[in-house]
């Protein structure tokens, strides 16, 4: 059974850090790519990050420079380094792999960066 599960999240002022992850089990974590996505309050979720399994990261623009995705294969777990947060970063933030064309998603971990 396919599982991943975020957690991290939390209430912080403007210009704080968080670091999120998300530990997955259930399929070989190793081999796939994981995405990283924010839905903020009355938007579609979006994708902000993803990590291959090579560690190769791609940024959303809105995020380059201030958000950093890793990956510890030993530890089947996937972080989001979160700098410099701004109150337009607040939403839940989720976890995802696609395996067999499926999206898995975690249960999102809510970030409200407020002052």
């Known amino acids: 059974q396919v599982q991943l599960v975020e957690s991290g999240g939390g209430l912080v002022q403007p210009g704080a850090s968080l670091t999120l992850s998300c530990v997955a089990s259930?399929?070989?974590?190793?081999?796939?790519?994981i995405g990283w996505y924010r839905q903020a309050p009355g938007k579609e979720r979006e994708l902000v990050a993803n990590?291959?399994?090579?560690?190769?990261?791609k940024y959303a623009d809105s995020v380059k420079g201030r958000f950093t995705i890793s990956r510890d294969n030993a530890k089947n777990t996937g972080y989001r380094q979160m700098n410099s947060l701004d109150p337009e970063d607040t939403g839940v933030y989720y976890c995802?792999?696609?395996?067999?064309?499926?999206?898995?998603w975690g249960q999102g971990t809510q970030v409200t960066v407020s002052s």
């Open positions: 995802n792999v696609n395996l067999n064309r499926y999206d898995y």
């Open positions: 259930g399929f070989t974590f190793r081999r796939n790519a």
């Open positions: 990590i291959n399994s090579l560690g190769n990261t």
